[in-house]
């Protein structure tokens, strides 16, 4: 196949076709603005930063420092892009948007190997050599005809998700592992509570702040099985006790005695590094779930790699749909890249059209894809994507909890992570991908 089509011009889209292209082949980028925008998006460019201007920590010791360094290395157009356009922020990259996204947008329009056209796209081509970047906000009829390739119950769209933390971070002289009834093999982690941390808890959780929706997601009816816990919460003072707190089934093992109320934690994978607060869906802002949901005992000094979110957000169910290459199993010329695979979050969303261009090109050539380790954190993203073994797969973004753990126990969290982050970048020295 001498070309490639692009579905999308977000961060993956624009990744994934000036790598190709920058390899020689020809490329179709097709993007709907400027004739055509999502609710979320104002300018005609490409590769729009639409919630924020700013890419997170830049420092090594850092989940999403370690995949941007990793991005550099693979040669990444919007850690180019972002070196030209940053603004102050700290220890934060961050950048002008206007900037960056005029600098992607010239790459492309000046790369003779890309052809763009402006128009909406709502057929999958399935004999052609095809990338789906589309995002979050994909066309109702694209995504309805990703939907039908797919299969029926594979297009995912949450309403609100729970916040994940990391196990470490579990205090587990408070918490212990149990199942209702002592049913299966002890597969959650439990958070007791007596009544006067339960009425502590509830009443900080009924007058916590919440996140301001889009104008998009406000039309969004919440589910009863994934209301969020402070609309549930705001039923009565018992509703939530109830409900994903009830206790039932459970001896608190210092007390020998049923708690008050229970907050269970589930493994959100095969390692178990990481679990979720079973029930949290919610809106509440960042800072509020910390200052909230740390009143968990167990959880004072939790450690969370992904906040609850509650907004429209179209992915497919891609452990059950993608190759490690990110190709359609079912269709192995079609790749997925981006936030629709399930990755979270911009330089995310950014890497993972480096993997699927960089695929893309090798499946031309006949050449093995490139499959990254999980010790480093890309290869755990694009893990994560493709083998969770979770039940109920979610969106997640660059964490230290998907990666593979080190040897040796180091207690101090900064100097773990820079062991992390140096073992990663050992490894592409070593290996040059």
């Not at 919460?233 to 089934?249: N, Q």
């Not at 969303?349 to 499959?371: K, T, Y």
Request: hydrophobic share 40%; glycine share 6%; aromatic share 8%.
């Amino acid at each position: 196949m001498n070309e490639v089509i692009v579905v999308g011009a977000g961060l993956a889209g624009c990744e994934a076709a000036l790598r190709i292209a920058n390899s020689g082949i020809k490329v179709k980028l097709y993007e709907m603005k400027p004739d055509k925008k999502s609710p979320a998006h104002r300018l005609d460019s490409y590769a729009e930063l639409v919630c924020s201007n700013s890419l997170k920590a830049d420092r090594l010791s850092s989940a999403s420092g370690l995949l941007k360094a990793e991005m550099r290395i693979l040669g990444s157009i919007c850690l180019e892009a972002a070196a030209q356009s940053s603004v102050a922020a700290g220890g934060a990259l961050a950048v002008d948007r206007n900037t960056f996204s005029q600098y992607i947008t010239k790459k492309l329009v000046d790369n003779k190997n890309i052809q763009i056209i402006n128009e909406t796209i709502t057929d999958i081509p399935l004999d052609k050599l095809c990338i789906i970047a589309t995002g979050p906000l994909t066309d109702d009829t694209l995504a309805l005809n990703i939907q039908k390739l797919c299969g029926t119950n594979n297009l995912s769209f949450y309403d609100a998700a729970a916040p994940i933390i990391t196990a470490e971070s579990i205090d587990m002289s408070v918490a212990f592992k149990a199942s209702r009834y002592d049913k299966g093999d002890a597969d959650y982690i439990n958070c007791p509570m007596n009544k006067e941390e339960y009425e502590t808890f509830y009443n900080e959780l009924v007058s916590a702040q919440t996140a301001e929706l889009h104008a998009f997601d406000k039309s969004i009816n919440v589910y009863e099985g994934c209301m969020p816990i402070e609309i549930m919460a705001k039923r009565g003072e018992d509703s939530i006790r109830f409900g994903p707190l009830k206790p039932v089934g459970l001896k608190d093992p210092r007390t020998n005695n049923r708690p008050y109320a229970v907050v269970q934690l589930r493994s959100e994978n095969r390692e178990c590094s990481l679990y979720n607060l079973v029930g949290f869906q919610t809106n509440l802002k960042f800072p509020e779930q910390k200052r909230v949901f740390s009143l968990i005992p167990g959880l004072s000094n939790a450690e969370f790699v992904r906040y609850g979110v509650m907004h429209r957000n179209s992915f497919i169910d891609s452990p059950k749909l993608l190759n490690r290459n990110l190709s359609l199993k079912s269709h192995p010329n079609i790749f997925f890249a981006g936030q629709i695979t399930g990755v979270e979050g911009y330089m995310e969303s950014a890497a993972c059209g480096i993997i699927a261009g960089e695929n893309v090109l090798r499946f031309i050539n006949g050449q093995d894809p490139l499959n990254l380790p999980t010790i480093t954190m890309l290869g755990a993203l694009i893990n994560h994507v493709t083998n969770s073994t979770s039940s109920d797969f979610q969106p997640m973004g660059a964490n230290f909890g998907i990666v593979d753990p080190l040897n040796e126990r180091i207690k101090v969290k900064a100097e773990r992570y820079t062991a992390l982050s140096n073992r990663s970048l050992d490894w592409y020295n070593q290996n040059q991908p």
